[in-house]
């Protein structure tokens, strides 16, 4: 039966381009040691082996299930099988300079062929787990703004407590000193360190630096890539970061480009590894309203507006890049010393900087455009998190720092509000008391403070709808939260003072 699973995987990846033919033998032979098996009958039901490489997912599942009972694996959870199927896929995967090759072949003949080609290499060989992926809950919410898009994520798997406590127990190590390191690039894992065994990196050359250039393994959205320093440097922002926004546009003009703050609390990010995250997706933030037009003197060239957006956003765009990285690098100067006590802004407390920029670069026609959206990471007894961070009665729902991709309007909700949302629309068509349950108690007050506005109109057919556009506001209440000049009158005021600063 394994056999029967061995050949349909060789045909799977013989299929979709990952080995040639004249390979398959050969990569048979590299699974077999993996699975530490000696010997191998190649199956005669041909028509079986075919219709079983059209599901990679089960044949990594038969393979790691034989593994389990054949003592391979320790723990038959989703970390340990993790480990090993990536190590089973490298058996079909190119060796880096092969993908490299190939890559700049496409390049040759256009940016987009290059990345259309990688982009697909990097979901058949698993490194992008596409089948989770699809599990991955969606819709989009109709806002003020935009449309707002939001998503559940089940892609990234959560660690099991086995796992957990195996991962403590083991020796530590500093080798890859952090997930973004070009040092992952065919690295085995272990249970505090994912596999990147079947990983491949593109090597690119940002501003005469080296960088690599590789994809997310959770795509958070269409192409989501990851831009990363070939050095472990931490992240900042200045002239030079704004600089490698637009080289990666020149050279990658169908994708936008993003970078998360620089400072801890208003951002998501690895701050440890200088990195930039991009892909080939219209966020709702570029679709969102122009709203005041400015001029900044000494730049009457570039148009300036601010966005309405539930953060503060500052658009430039014009058709020369330098002038852009000119601006911004003025713009985000006048930012870090900005204070405003009657805003709440404060530049820095006690020698500790407060302000920074989340910069958004796109190309747009002939145009580049820049989105430098002001953060600020201030904390106050009150607020320790943050006063420009998700509220308390907003964590039921979000309760992580608000990084680059969310800035721009898409929402990346735990995975836990899956189970939650169904549970919690149980209990309202029922009537059960909400707060009787461990798991929904706190989501009691937010639901107490909504159902009323859909008296009678609380059924079967329309309570995910509901949970859904409530689920929506509160995402869009924790990106206002994060805003540093609010959206009324009093803060479109103190926005301007900031503007007429410059």
């Known amino acids: 039966m394994i056999d029967l699973t061995i050949a349909a995987l060789a045909e799977y990846a013989v299929n979709c381009g990952l080995i040639p033919e004249e390979e398959r033998i050969y990569s048979i032979n590299l699974l077999l040691e993996v699975l530490k098996k000696d010997d191998y009958t190649e199956p005669e039901e041909t028509e079986k082996v075919k219709e079983k490489a059209g599901d990679l997912e089960a044949l990594l599942r038969e393979l790691c299930d034989h593994a389990f009972e054949n003592g391979l694996i320790e723990e038959n959870s989703v970390a340990y099988r993790d480990l090993f199927d990536t190590k089973v896929m490298n058996c ?86 952090c997930q973004l390191c070009m040092e992952n690039e065919g690295y085995a894992g272990r249970l505090d360190h994912p596999a990147r065994e079947n990983h491949r990196i593109i090597p690119v050359k940002i501003c005469g630096e080296d960088w690599g250039f590789q994809y997310s393994p959770y795509v958070y959205y269409n192409e989501h890539c990851i831009l990363l320093n070939s050095r472990h440097v931490p992240m900042v922002i200045n002239k030079s970061a704004f600089e490698k926004l637009f080289d990666f546009l020149r050279q990658f003009p169908h994708y936008i480009i993003i970078s998360n703050a620089d400072l801890p609390i208003v951002g998501g990010s690895i701050l440890s590894h200088e990195h930039f995250q991009g892909g080939n997706y219209e966020f709702p933030i570029a679709r969102a309203k122009e709203d005041r037009h400015f001029t900044i003197k000494g730049y009457e060239d570039v148009e300036t507006m601010t966005v309405f957006w539930p953060l503060s956003v500052i658009r ?64 106050t007894p009150e607020r320790p998190l943050g006063v420009y961070h998700p509220r308390n009665e907003y964590h039921h729902i979000k309760k992580e720092n608000i990084g680059g991709i969310e800035v721009m309007g898409l929402a990346i909700l735990p995975s836990r509000l899956k189970t939650e949302l169904s549970r919690l629309s ?77």
């Open 92 to 177: 079909f995967v190119p060796r880096p300079a092969e993908v490299i090759r190939r890559f700049r072949e496409e390049y040759a003949k256009s940016p987009k062929e290059a990345t259309d080609y990688y982009y697909k290499l990097s979901q058949d060989s698993d490194y992008i787990r596409t089948y989770r992926i699809k599990k991955d809950i969606k819709w989009v919410y109709k806002s003020e703004y935009a449309d707002i898009d939001i998503t559940i994520n089940l892609a990234k798997p959560e660690k099991d407590p086995k796992a957990i406590a195996a991962a403590g127990r083991a020796k530590q190590s500093g080798y890859p000193k």
């Open 316 to 379: 430039i765009r014009g058709k020369d890049a330098a002038r852009l990285v000119s601006l911004a690098d003025h713009i985000l100067g006048k930012w870090r010393a900005y204070t405003d006590e009657e805003a709440f802004i404060l530049a820095e407390t006690d020698g500790t900087p407060h302000n920074t920029i989340t910069p958004i670069a796109r190309r747009k026609g002939e145009f580049y455009e820049l989105d430098l959206t002001l953060r600020n990471n201030i904390t």
């Open 426 to 502: 149980e209990f309202i068509l029922s009537g059960k008391d909400i707060r009787s349950d461990e798991m929904l108690e706190k989501h009691a007050d937010w639901v107490e403070e909504f159902l009323p506005r859909y008296e009678g109109k609380v059924n079967a057919q329309t309570i995910d709808g509901i949970l859904r556009d409530e689920v929506g506001k509160v995402f869009v209440g924790v990106l206002e939260d994060a805003g540093v000049f609010k959206n009324d009158e009093k803060g479109r005021a103190f926005f301007k003072r900031f503007t007429d600063s410059l």
